[in-house]
């Protein structure tokens, strides 16, 4: 399995605040999918699922495999676990140093 790699501070923040994530995630729990039937389940552009996908898979929150004519994807679970790790570490970090900000207000 593919732990979580490289994904700028932006694009995690965008990716964690966009309510499609979660919509994939949900969609992928109970297993592999085709991007196909995520698209038409969801209801959203194959542009917009793909911007979507490739986010996630460079955060390490989904594999994929390809057939001839068709992707497939499933939750990464120990890359969403690692992801969690470090979210909750940014957030101690945050409400550290805002609390440190607050000092000089």
């Not at 999918?33 to 698209?39: A, F, G, K, Q, T």
């Not at 679970?77 to 000089?104: C, R, V």
């Amino acid at each position: 399995m593919r732990m979580s790699g490289d994904i700028s501070f932006d694009d995690l923040y965008e990716m964690i605040t966009d309510e499609k994530t979660y919509i994939i995630l949900e969609m992928l729990k109970d297993g592999e999918r085709s991007s196909e039937d995520m698209i038409k389940e969801a209801e959203i552009f194959y542009k917009t699922f793909n911007y979507i996908v490739s986010r996630m898979y460079k955060a390490g929150m989904v594999d994929s495999r390809t057939t001839l004519r068709t992707r497939f994807y499933l939750i990464n679970k120990a890359g969403l676990q690692e992801l969690a790790i470090k979210l909750n570490g940014i957030s101690e970090n945050l409400n550290s140093a805002a609390d440190k900000l607050s000092t000089y207000c």
